[in-house]
């Protein structure tokens, strides 16, 4: 209607309720609350949402106990009502919306239209529903009150009127319902025992065994929630079980009778309960006897598994299959479950394919259907596919022998190891070999692959067909955004030139050596990203270095971060490995070198190739760099209102302030450009410097605070092997090493043991070791201490027995060193030593020399040694290039008074090598130098001859001697020149010539020069360590009579 303002839906919605409620009260007072259908209905399975239209939309009903009581509606006479009966029937589904009584104010004035009363003539709406034996007071939830604040008035309390300013009704939030037993955790079937009428116990209650005469006696009362019984339990009864046992699932539970009941130890019951795959659910419930509360374990069993069997399996053993199905809840008496059958046939299939049988098939003949008991499974394995050859096609620069390093599949060796075909893996060989042809700088290559199978589908042969493409040149290298180094010496000792063909790992050195640079002037966040830029013409690109520069930055405090289960390594053992040290230039290169040292330690993770994370877990060892902030008190400023006479109360703090991490816009260069108002911009030039073409403002320091986080891993380990060669014959090792010793940590109690704690943490280092043989016996035990006292010096201490069977006398050995030390440089060592020893000779050789008799039975001997080495070797193991020298004075003092003098050089040049830098061709020349005078006793001279030394001639085989006895001597000269050549592309086999040449005699001569040619085998195993198997063939070309000649030397070993 036009010009008529209708009331708004607030209003017109408690209109509709003040003629609800009226009428409700009306026919309440005539009919009685039974004919409203609301009691007696039966009790609804889950709280249903209510249909209450002056209730929010999806809010569930409130409890019978939280709605207020209408004691003015309670007919007379009228029994108790059933608790939650009002609440079903108001729920059902046929059933009309069950309001409460209004309180109207005496000043408000409300219409209230005529309401006949119920009677014959006049039938209600609502059909009266079923009438229990006894009904409570109706409780409704009060206008203008949210229900959740209510609380329920006592009977004959007059209730408050309580309204809103404007009238108004506010939606209730969902209340919680307080429930005879817990939602199960798992209801396929969607089933739900039977509460039962209030009052009964239930039939499986009282059949119950678990209960005993408890389950007799018990009657189901009005049981508290499970979350909120605080009693102990006087029982535990199991529901519906028939095949399972109540003792196999009383072993399950951890809940108890006699204790305090406990929601969350239920609740983990249910969880084991139903894990077992025995039962489709699990609920819970407490219920009330006469002793107090039993808390009742409602199941419903699953049909069990009477049989399961295999068949057509030959290559995997039924024994394993069923160790597979048990460890997916398969088995004869468990759960049978079709989804679980049908899935394990995926899992049998994954097995196969793991072994090779690419091709198996896997059936489930029986355990498909809900009708059935037995499982069982028709295998077809088929034949087993291996990888027969792998070739290449088009692949004009490389061989493919040296592709085939690139691949992780391999082919079958001697038709029975290795070879199995991964088809998964083929994808990931095409973009290695991808890779490796784009870091020697192939940018347009192409490789595909093709797979070519055998007619018995047991062979694959695996073709990748390469297009190569033009190798790119580097036309021109550009530096862009250096200002602090000139052009000219960031191009200094680089390897990429112009004209020259790209190599990625060329490119990267010469980056580190750029990083490198900067590093040294403290501006360790200067990143260096190289680029490249394509030119028109084909088969050229620029490398061009964009260069950030950033400021210089100085050393501030340093963290030490320690991972581990237990840690136990102090900071001392961290810290004594940095190079650098708080308050000096931070340098990339010392934080590498750090970083570099921790990994060498061997007491971190990481320590060792292929060790990243150890048995302990972890990564290896990381050096971060985060700016420092400023140190002092902050002070969090808070603005406050203050418009009103409230008390201040702070709104919106401000934020702390923070320090900066990037360098204030500092004043650089200025070229004369004109002004732009944009360029004022951090790392940019600014419009404040002044005029000049060379001017460069410094930029403030920067502070740098270091995290050194390292993980603990097993720095503790024990190597056994066997060895042999043709000096020393057959030796048996065992060796125990610790890595991180602490002398002085001795266990305080035995949980230090257990967790590892006690004598370790210092990263000192302890070693135990025994080695019997044949020929020679050696025992030892040292301790080394790598930062004594916190410094860069080295102490150590050992004591040792040696025995050895010599061609002319048998010698033993037994005393003890201390040795200090100290590493100068990353390339210059010192080191001191004191030795004592006893000297047993015996067993000598007729005739007896004089050299050799004066010295039979005990000697006791010391020295002092001083050494000095400068190794530049890339390797310790097979190195390609770099330089050792090591100068030797030893000085005898007590009963044996002389000097000795020793000089060991070695050079490495590298010949060639691929693009890829492996097969590198090695020269390798080799001096040894020595003197000493004639009170040296024989056993301390010099002795030449086998593979370590001189090959063509035995142990001990080059030396002066009397009547045919090694007495040695006084003067020592050795050469060898050797050339090492690589067969594999792997490296795994390689060849090397060489030719040893010298002399040893008894005095300063070369009178008695000798000289050998030969050739020899160098096998690389990696399971057997990381020296090779080296066996040599040797022909002296200029030889003395009295030596002692050997065709072949060898040395071989295994450890683990």
Not at 105 to 124: I, Y
Not at 980 to 997: E, G
């Amino acid at each position: 209607m036009t010009g008529v303002r209708l009331p708004s839906r607030v209003v017109r919605r408690d209109i509709m309720r003040c003629l609800i409620v009226a009428i409700a009260a009306a026919m309440a007072a005539t009919a009685g609350w039974g004919h409203f259908g609301i009691l007696g209905a039966a009790k609804s399975k889950s709280p249903p949402k209510t249909e209450d239209p002056f209730l929010a939309e999806d809010t569930e009903a409130p409890a019978a106990d939280e709605i207020p009581a209408i004691p003015d509606l309670e007919p007379a006479g009228r029994p108790a009502a059933t608790p939650g009966a009002g609440r079903a029937a108001r729920n059902s589904p046929t059933a009309k919306p069950a309001v409460g009584a209004l309180e109207v104010p005496d000043d408000f004035d409300l219409k209230m239209p005529d309401v006949p009363a119920a009677g014959p003539g006049n039938k209600p709406d609502l059909e009266p529903g079923p009438m229990p034996e006894s009904t409570p007071p109706m409780k409704a939830p009060r206008v203008g009150r949210d229900i959740r604040k209510t609380a329920a008035p006592r009977l004959g309390a007059e209730p408050e009127p309580d309204f809103d300013s404007d009238f108004t009704t506010k939606p209730p939030a969902k209340p919680k319902l307080p429930t005879l037993k817990n939602t199960p955790l798992e209801n396929k079937a969607g089933w739900r025992p039977s509460d039962g009428e209030p009052g009964d116990v239930p039939g499986d209650l009282k059949k119950s065994t678990a209960g005993g005469p408890l389950a007799e006696q018990a009657r189901l009362e009005r049981a508290p929630e499970l979350d909120t019984l605080n009693e102990p339990l006087v029982g535990i009864v199991i529901e519906g079980n028939k095949a399972i046992k109540n003792d196999d699932i009383m072993k399950l539970i951890k809940t108890r009778p006699g204790r305090v009941f406990d929601p969350k130890v239920a609740k983990e019951d249910v969880r084991t309960l139903v894990s077992k795959q025995w039962f489709f659910d699990v609920e819970t419930r407490i219920s009330r006897s006469k002793q107090g509360p039993v808390l009742v374990f409602r199941v419903r069993e699953r049909p069990l598994v009477t049989k399961l069997t295999f068949t057509g399996n030959k290559k995997i053993k039924e024994k394993e299959l069923k160790e597979l199905a048990d460890q997916n809840q398969l088995k004869v008496g468990g759960g049978y479950d079709m989804g679980t059958n049908k899935s394990f046939v995926h899992r049998i299939l994954g097995v196969y394919q793991e072994k090779g049988y690419r091709h198996a098939t896997v059936e489930l003949v029986k355990g498909g259907s809900p009708e059935e008991r037995e499982v069982e499974y028709k295998i077809v394995e088929g034949p087993k596919v291996v990888v027969s050859k792998i070739s290449f096609a088009g692949n004009k620069y490389f061989s493919s022998p040296v592709l085939k390093t690139q691949v992780k599949t391999k082919t079958q060796i001697l038709w029975l190891f290795g070879g199995k075909f991964e088809p998964a893996s083929i994808p990931e060989d095409v973009n290695a070999l991808r890779q490796y042809y784009l870091e020697l700088g192939f940018f347009d290559v192409q490789i595909k692959h093709r797979e070519i199978v055998s007619e018995d589908k047991a062979r694959v042969h695996i073709e990748y067909v390469i297009e190569e493409g033009d190798r790119y040149k580097v036309r021109n290298v550009e530096f862009v955004g250096n200002r602090v180094i000139p052009e000219a010496k960031l191009r200094e000792n680089m390897k990429v030139k112009s004209n020259q063909l790209y190599t990625h790992r060329f490119v990267m050195a010469d980056r580190e050596k750029i990083v490198a640079q900067y590093g040294e002037l403290g501006r360790i966040f200067a990143t260096i990203e190289p680029r490249h830029r394509s030119y028109e013409e084909p088969g050229y690109i620029d490398l061009v270095y964009d260069i950030k520069e950033d400021r210089p930055y100085k050393i501030g405090r340093i963290h030490v971060r320690i991972n581990g289960d237990h840690p136990h390594t102090k900071e001392t053992a961290v810290l004594t490995k940095l190079t650098f040290k708080p308050g000096e230039l931070a340098s990339m290169a010392k934080i590498e070198k750090s970083k570099q040292r921790l990994k060498n330690a061997q007491i971190f993770a990481g320590s060792r190739p292929g060790a990243a994370a150890g048995p302990m877990g972890g990564a290896p060892p990381e050096i971060t760099l985060k700016p420092a902030e400023p140190r002092g008190p902050r002070h969090e400023l808070n603005l406050a209102r203050g418009q009103s006479d409230a008390p201040e109360e702070p709104r919106r703090p401000v934020r702390k302030a923070k320090a900066t991490t990037e360098p204030d816009p500092a004043p650089t260069l200025f070229r004369g450009q004109a002004p732009t108002f944009y360029d004022g911009l951090p790392f940019s030039d600014s419009q404040d410097s002044p005029p000049g073409d060379d001017y460069v403002q410094q930029e403030p320091w920067g502070i740098v605070e270091p995290v050194v986080t390292v993980s603990e891993t097993q720095t503790g380990r024990i190597n056994l092997g066997v060895s042999v060669n043709s000096n020393a014959g057959l030796l048996a090792s065992a060796v125990l090493e610790e890595n991180n010793f602490d002398l002085f940590k001795p266990p305080r109690t035995f949980q230090e043991i257990i967790d590892g704690t006690a004598w370790r943490g210092s990263g000192q280092q302890l070693r135990v070791e025994a080695m019997p043989g044949i020929q020679l016996s050696r025992y030892l035990v040292s301790w080394r201490d790598p930062f004594f006292l916190e410094q860069d010096i080295s102490f150590g201490v050992s004591g040792s027995y040696f025995s050895r069977v010599l061609p002319n006398w048998w010698e033993r050995r037994g005393g003890g060193r201390v040795t200090v030390g100290r590493q100068f440089t990353p390339v210059l060592s010192a080191s001191m030593t004191l030795r004592a020893e006893n000297v047993e000779i015996t067993n000598p050789s007729l005739p007896v020399p004089h050299d050799i008799a004066i010295a039979l039975g005990d000697n006791f001997i010391s020295t002092a040694k001083f050494s000095l080495v400068h190794d530049t070797r890339d390797s310790a193991f097979l190195p390609g290039h770099g330089h050792y020298i090591q100068a030797d004075y030893e000085q005898g003092f007590g009963n044996f008074v002389y000097p000795k003098f020793d000089v060991e050089g070695k050079q490495y040049f590298l010949v060639r090598e691929r693009p890829d830098g492996g097969n590198r061709h090695v020269i390798s020349v080799v001096g040894q130098f020595g003197w000493t005078d004639n009170q040296t006793p024989f056993f301390e001279r010099y002795y030449a001859g086998g593979f370590a030394s001189f090959r063509g001639y035995r142990f001990y085989g080059v030396t002066p001697r009397v009547n045919g006895v090694a007495i040695g001597g006084r003067f020592q000269a050795l050469g060898t020149v050797e050339y090492l050549l690589p067969i594999t592309a792997d490296n795994m086999l390689q060849v090397v010539t060489f030719s040893d040449f010298g002399t040893v005699d008894s005095q300063v001569t070369l009178d008695r020069f000798r000289a050998t040619v030969g050739a020899g085998l160098r096998l690389s195993v990696p399971m057997m360590g990381p020296l090779p198997i080296a066996i040599d063939f040797a022909i002296p070309v200029v030889s003395q009579d009295s030596d002692i000649r050997q065709l072949v030397s060898f040395t071989m070993g295994l450890l683990k």
